[in-house]
Structure formats: structure tokens, C-alpha cells
């Protein structure tokens, strides 16, 4: 591991730690991307960049930090990230774990439109997972612990030319950024019933899979040309080489808001702003009805028969 490697590892909250190495390693010391390959795509559930991710943290984290990534498709969180005493503890169906020394880590990733701003920006797909402040995982045994929950949302820009991809933005939030609902977490994630015997030669089944869309922080124009760490705890510059630049605040109810803070590197972050209040954009005509799905529309009037 470098000087540079060893400087940023500093003891304390693990996300904080991950998140300094992933923006020093995808932004230079002015902050411009630096571009970097990632390995072809298998198939259509391959993911290099996730595993791009996890593999350079697994690089650069303590060597006694474990990381570990999903070992199938279709599998949330995307990685584990634990310091060894927390991971014996998740190992061995433990409960009793530091949250600042253990996470999952969910990648989420859309491309940048030719506007210079990211795709989906006021809804993203989470497909049959919700994100939570906390998520579930399984220690060998069966026994189910739940962890803290992250995600890293990255705008990806490709160079057609090179073949290399470069981070135009990125933004790693605490779950509790985007949902602190666990019920709502468990109801979705928890035991379905299918339906069966469908079709006049009953071999038909519906698996009644829900499709989550929540928000995407990289909607917030702020979050732009630039890498952010938004979290629940308000000291980490003290243990890390970030600076708080501005607070953020979603509403829960008329007059009831959650508090949570902005950090960057500190090399490359202006002054402190103001706080920002529900900064993520929302669409504005979403309604409870969802479209009809596979409509052919014929206009028969165009129609001729010979």
C-alpha cells in the first residue's frame, strides 16, 4: 500500500475511510476524473464497474478489512465491508457490532445525458430492493443481522475513442438519506406469495415482483462534476482528510425534517454553503395508475387491404 494509501486509512468510520479512497482515486488533486478501463461486460448481469469498485477498495482499505462481494446476480447489498472483529461477529450471527465499522455498500450507476447532467435524475430504479438505513445479510448459520445500508451513485462518461470511462460525479449517501421505513424495507423484501395455475394450461405463474423507483441525489445540480459523501454523523472531519460543506435537510412531515451532512475532500471543497433543504428533485405529475403495458396502438385508417 502507498505512503499516500496509508495516510487516508486513519482509524474511524468506515464509510467515511471508503469513500476518501474512492474520490482520490477517481478525481486528481484538481478534481477533474481521471479516466480508468473496466473489463468487458460477460453478460447482462455482469457488472464490472461494481466490481471495479470492490476490487480497488479491497486494494487500498487496511489489509485486515474485509470486503466481500455478492457472489450472484440480483443480490443487494453489492458488498460487505467490515473490519475483522465485526465481521466474526456477522460471521458468527452476532448483533452487538460498531455501525461505523461495518456496512453494505450498493452500487448504482447511470449514464450522463448530452445536457452534462445524469439520466433518471428525478427517479431511479431499485429494482425489487428499497434502500433502508439498514440492510439484511446472512451469517453462515442462517441467522439473519442487519447492517447499516450505502449507496454510491456514480454518473459514469465513456470515451468512445480511448475505451476508458471516467466518474463525472459521484455521491455516496447513508440509507437514511433516502429511507428510514425498515418496515417498508422488510414487507418488500420479505417472503411473497406467487400466483400459480395461471393460463387455460395452468402452467402460468405470476411472481407479483415489485419495481421500486426512489430518489437519485445525483439530481441535486450541487452534487455535479464533483465526489460527496452525505452521512447521519456530523464530526467526520475530525478523523478524516474531508471538510463539512453544507447540511442538508429532507421533509418527513409539515415541519418535522431529518438533519444530514455534506462532506468533500478537504483539498478540493469551497466554503461551507447554506443548508439545503429537500435539494432532490421529485417528478411532478407521478400518479397512483400505471400504464398499460405492451400497447400496439394501430391507426386503421392508414391501413389498405388488396
Same mark, same amino acid.
Given at each position: 500500500?502507498?505512503?499516500e494509501?496509508?495516510?487516508?486509512v &486513519?482509524?474511524g468510520?468506515l464509510?467515511?475511510?471508503?469513500f476518501?479512497?474512492?474520490?482520490?482515486? /477517481?478525481f486528481d488533486?484538481e478534481?477533474?476524473?481521471?479516466?480508468?478501463?473496466?473489463?468487458?461486460?460477460?453478460?447482462?448481469q455482469?457488472?464490472?464497474?461494481?466490481e471495479?469498485?470492490? %476490487?480497488?477498495?479491497?486494494?487500498?482499505?487496511?489489509k485486515?478489512v474485509?470486503?466481500?462481494?455478492?457472489?450472484?446476480?440480483?443480490?443487494s447489498?453489492?458488498?460487505?465491508?467490515?473490519r475483522?472483529?465485526?465481521?466474526?461477529?456477522l460471521r458468527?450471527g452476532g448483533?452487538?457490532?460498531?455501525? &461505523?465499522?461495518i /456496512?453494505?455498500l450498493?452500487?448504482?450507476?447511470?449514464?450522463?445525458g448530452r445536457?452534462?447532467?445524469?439520466?433518471?435524475s #428525478?427517479?431511479?430504479?431499485y *429494482?425489487?430492493?428499497p434502500p433502508?438505513?439498514?440492510v439484511?445479510v446472512?451469517a453462515e %448459520?442462517?441467522?439473519?443481522?442487519?447492517?447499516?445500508?450505502y449507496?454510491l451513485f456514480?454518473?459514469?462518461?465513456?470515451?468512445?475513442e480511448?475505451?476508458?470511462?471516467?466518474?463525472?460525479?459521484m455521491v455516496l449517501v447513508?440509507g437514511a438519506?433516502? *429511507?428510514?421505513?425498515?418496515?417498508?424495507?422488510d414487507r418488500?423484501t420479505?417472503?411473497?406469495i406467487?400466483?400459480i395455475?395461471?393460463?387455460?394450461?395452468g402452467?402460468?405463474?405470476? +411472481?407479483?415482483?415489485p419495481m421500486?423507483?426512489?430518489?437519485?441525489?445525483l439530481?441535486?445540480?450541487?452534487?455535479l462534476?464533483?465526489? #460527496?459523501?452525505?452521512?447521519?454523523?456530523?464530526?467526520?472531519?475530525?478523523?478524516q482528510?474531508l471538510?463539512?460543506?453544507r447540511?442538508?435537510? +429532507?421533509a418527513?412531515s409539515p415541519?418535522?425534517f431529518e438533519?444530514?451532512?455534506?462532506?468533500?475532500?478537504?483539498?478540493?471543497?469551497?466554503?461551507a454553503?447554506?443548508?439545503?433543504?429537500n435539494?432532490?428533485?421529485q417528478?411532478?405529475?407521478?400518479k397512483?395508475?400505471?400504464?398499460?403495458?405492451?400497447?400496439?396502438?394501430?391507426?386503421l385508417?392508414?391501413?389498405? /387491404?388488396?
Open positions: 500500500m502507498s505512503s494509501a496509508n495516510d487516508r &486513519r482509524p468510520d464509510p467515511a475511510i471508503a476518501t479512497i474512492l474520490s482520490e482515486n /477517481f488533486h478534481g477533474r476524473p481521471v479516466p480508468f478501463r473496466l473489463r468487458d461486460k460477460r453478460n447482462t455482469d457488472d464490472p464497474f461494481d471495479y469498485v470492490t %476490487d480497488l477498495l479491497r486494494e487500498e482499505l487496511p485486515e474485509i470486503v466481500l462481494r455478492a457472489d450472484k446476480p440480483l443480490v447489498p453489492d458488498a460487505v465491508i467490515a475483522p472483529e465485526e465481521y466474526e461477529l458468527t448483533v452487538d457490532y460498531d455501525p &461505523r465499522a /456496512f453494505g450498493e452500487v448504482k450507476k447511470v449514464d450522463l445536457n452534462g447532467k445524469p439520466a433518471r #428525478t427517479g431511479l430504479d *429494482n425489487s430492493t433502508c438505513a439498514t439484511r446472512y %448459520d442462517g441467522v439473519e443481522i442487519r447492517i447499516p445500508g449507496y456514480v454518473a459514469l462518461q465513456g470515451d468512445e480511448g475505451g476508458t470511462v471516467r466518474v463525472h460525479s447513508a438519506v433516502l *429511507n428510514k421505513d425498515v418496515d417498508l424495507y418488500i420479505g417472503t411473497r406467487k400466483e395455475g395461471l393460463g387455460t394450461y402452467d402460468g405463474a405470476n +411472481r407479483v415482483r421500486l423507483l426512489f430518489s437519485n441525489p439530481g441535486w445540480e450541487w452534487m462534476g464533483a465526489a #460527496t459523501l452525505i452521512s447521519e454523523r456530523n464530526n467526520l472531519a475530525d478523523e482528510p471538510v463539512h460543506v447540511d442538508m435537510t +429532507r418527513v415541519g418535522v438533519l444530514f451532512h455534506c462532506y468533500r475532500l478537504a483539498k478540493l471543497s469551497p466554503p454553503e447554506e443548508t439545503a433543504h435539494p432532490f428533485p417528478p411532478e405529475k407521478r397512483e395508475e400505471t400504464a398499460q403495458r405492451g400497447r400496439f396502438e394501430v391507426d385508417r392508414t391501413l389498405t /387491404f388488396g
